[in-house]
């Protein structure tokens, strides 16, 4: 075996492949750019060496920089974890030209299976169901457009060489589709450096299913069963879980034996996913083979009870496969949710800034959670926003759901907004645990994924009047304790008024709403009056954050943050106290600028100073953590300023065209 490793990745991938070479007593070494010199994956590594500025393309895309680092720390192998260089054949083949270990397929199975075109045609010789489309070399405009009315609506546009949801645009008609042609060839040629695209009939209500598969060098290919990854936006993964359900033993080993197949076609080792789309009619269609250890590996991990990470050692160290098919059993069931820093209510955008709180559940045999981050930690514009994967195990689906909509219960962030709500939300929905399941099920929610904004419940009001008080007191007794007269008026905290009741009155924000609530001081006792009732509050500090409370007959645990943020019931409710003397005009702010809605670089201007454009006109495009966003005209007017260049970086907020409206559309 191996006796050290460099870890070609960031994040958690990088922290979880350290993690199983330190059981194997493997030693690794870690690669890290400026951005991630304090980064969780740098101190899971026996060492670690810098490699570049925080873009990708400066620092964890330079394959000749980290094979230098592999030579001079005497790593026998690069393992690449996923993205990045994980499917790069000339990396690959620079790695096997250098007498490094390349712990991946082999260079013409990455090549394979690298250009959808090319993996279309060796799985049609491999007899591998397809899906009806075009998946030629010739990429004229004209053959395309061609081609698309022949194959007819809707489809889908995939970029070749791509994965993970980029380049890809669904066509609904001829109209839209020179628009999403010319986005997914821009999105393609930024994410893999090649602007190829197949196109493809667009299944209605698919489910995907991709089987896990594994090869050795001695010729023996096994999959380790199949897992259901239909919960997705933006063709992206949510929620995965594994078996797939409703799966039966024939459709199982049909789906298998295609998987093996595609693998045996192309002659592969390693650890492998093909993927398929699983019609509502039960027929079943080659999508692509991933060659790299996929996300959600965990949830294969927790129903088998293999480590797929030490697979892949002993595999590029030349050892047979641990298992053969038979020996392979189910066990029980395993969710994965992806925790993100975005936005799911505006689109899905991703979000940065600092985890200034992090408080995840308690990881045990049934609680996985694969991270690379803690708390105070960056997530930055550069990379991918995913914070963790949270993994759970259960003996049967409905016993994991309980256990995944517990652990969400108990999963908190701050400083960052996440999806954690939108997942808890998701994986409550009557239709979820039913496993009615297709990769369409996200739009079909949306009514309930995004419920209009509810009132906090009085419980999080209690909790934060409860600390803003005790703050108020604590804050008077040190005033009094540094006071020459311990007997001012002007160092009690209890609300006294003449002639009537002591009260204080509370007006919260959150995001624009205003609530305002108050609280009495009667009979020696404070009652608060939250906007159904008045009951009885009290309670005391715990610790810093920590609240126990006491509202009425119900008592309770509440964590308030330095900044106001209640946690509560699995979700964080951002109040802050309302101070009317620091309000800020918005529309006097930003008058007809029109801003960034997150932090990224500009790739495209659509427009130029002068230009009459009508509502609704694409304007700029920004592209951030991998995803594309189009800045479109609110109104009709004129464009009278351009205040960035494609190329240039841009932060959260900055205005980024001033357009002045029209008079015939105000």
Known sequence: MFTKILIANRG??????????????????????????????????????????????????????????????????????YGFLSENAGFAEACKQAGVVFIGPPTQAIIAMGLKSESKRLMTEAQVPLV???????????LLREQ??????????????????????VVKNFAEFDAALASAKREAISSFGNDSVLIERYLQKPRHIELQVFADTLGNVVHVFERDCSIQRRHQKVIEEAPAPGMTPELRHAMGQAAIN????????????????????GEFFFMEMNTRLQVEHPVTEMISGQDLVEWQLRVANGEPLPCTQEQL???GHAFEARVYAETPERDFLPATGRLSYLHAPTETEFVRIDTGVRQGDEVSMFYDPMIAKLIVWGADRKQALQRLQAALSDYYISGVKTNLVFLSTLASLPDFAAAKLDTGFIEQHLTELFPK???????????????????????????????NDPYSPWVIADAWRMNQEGFDRFEFQLSDELYSLQGTYRDDAYYLQTPDSEQRLTGERLDQEQWLVTLGEKTFCAKVLHDGTVLWDGKAWELRLHDPVHEVDEQSVHGGNLTAP?????????????????????????????????????????????????????????????????????
């Open 132 to 142: 009806p489309g075009y998946h030629g070399e010739d990429q004229s405009p004209e």
């Open 262 to 281: 595609a693998a045996k076609a192309i002659g592969y080792v390693g650890a492998g996913t093909v993927e398929f789309l699983l019609d509502q009619s």
């Open 329 to 331: 059993k189910i066990n």
């Open 12 to 81: 958690e991938i990088a922290c979880r492949v350290a993690r199983t070479a330190r059981r194997l007593g493997i030693k690794t070494v870690a690669v890290y750019s400026t951005a991630d010199a304090q980064a969780q994956h740098v101190k899971a590594c026996d060492e670690a060496y810098w490699i570049g500025e925080a873009p990708a393309a400066e620092s964890y895309l330079r394959g000749e920089k980290i094979l230098e680092i592999a030579k001079l720390s005497g790593a026998q192998a690069i393992h690449p974890g």
């Open 598 to 666: 997150m932090p990224g670089a500009v790739v495209a201007l659509q427009v130029k100073i002068g230009d009459q454009v009508q509502a609704g006109d694409a304007l700029m495009i920004v592209v951030a953590m991998k995803m594309e966003h189009t800045i479109t005209a609110p109104h009709a007017g004129e464009v009278k300023e351009i205040y960035f260049q494609v190329g240039d970086q841009v932060k959260d907020g900055d205005v980024l065209l001033s357009l002045e409206q029209s008079h015939a559309s105000a």
């Open 148 to 169: 698309s009315q022949l194959i007819g609506y809707p489809q889908l546009i995939k970029a070749s060489a791509g994965g993970g949801g980029k380049g890809m645009r």
């Open 453 to 483: 904004a509810s009132t906090p419940p009085k419980e999080v009001f209690a909790a934060a009047c409860l600390a803003e008080l005790v703050t108020r007191q604590e804050q008077a007794t040190q005033i009094q304790a540094q006071t």
